[in-house]
C-alpha cells in the first residue's frame, strides 16, 4: 500500500501521525512544545471540521508571525539533532498546503512554494523518516490500510480516535 492509494484528508492523517509520533519522542516539553502541540491541534481541527482558516495554520508556521514554528526550529537547531521539530514543521506545512488548496485560496506564500510541499516532498519525507527507522514500516503500512478502509467523511471522529490510540498505545 502506498501513500497515493488514498485520499487527501486521509494523507493529512498520515501527516499529523507523524506529527504526534514527533511530538512524542521529545523530552523536554517546554513553551515550544506546547506551542507545536497546540498547532498540530487546530490541524486536526482544521481536518476535522474544516473550521480553521488556511491563513491561522500559515500564521502558526510561518516566520514573520509573533510565534511560530520556523521561530522553534531556528532556536531548536542545535538541541534537536534528531530533528523532531522539523519533522513537525514539514507535516504541518503539508497540512498547511492542503488546507490551501480546500480553501481554494489564490497562490501560495512563498515560503510554501519554496518548501516544494506537496505529495511529492510529503513521500520523500515519509521514505526518510522510513529508512532512518524514525516511524517503523509495518505501523505505517497498518494506518494505510485502516485509512483507506474507513470512510474518512463518515468517521472523521473514530479515525481521530484511532491515531491518537496508536500513538499513545505505541501500536497498531
Known sequence: MRLTDIGENEKV???????????????????????CKETIHLCWDWVINKNI?????????????????????LDKEEDDPEQYYGTISECVAYITWQAFNYAEAYGY????EECETGTGHFEEL????????????GKYENLLCYLKENDFERNKSA???KVIQMIQ???I
Do not use: T
Request: charged share 35%; glycine share 4%; hydrophobic share 40%.
Open 169 to 171: 498505545d505505541k501500536s
Open 159 to 161: 479515525i481521530r480516535e
Open 126 to 137: 515519509i521514505n526518510e523518516l522510513l529508512e532512518e527507522n524514525v516511524i517503523e514500516q
Open 109 to 112: 506564500p512563498e515560503d510554501l
Open 53 to 73: 482558516s488556511h491563513l491561522m495554520l500559515y500564521e502558526r508556521l510561518s516566520a514573520g508571525s509573533d510565534r511560530s514554528i520556523a521561530d522553534i526550529l
Open 13 to 35: 492523517i498520515v501527516a499529523l501521525w507523524i506529527a504526534e509520533e514527533s511530538l512524542g519522542m521529545i523530552e523536554n516539553k517546554d513553551e515550544d512544545y506546547c506551542f
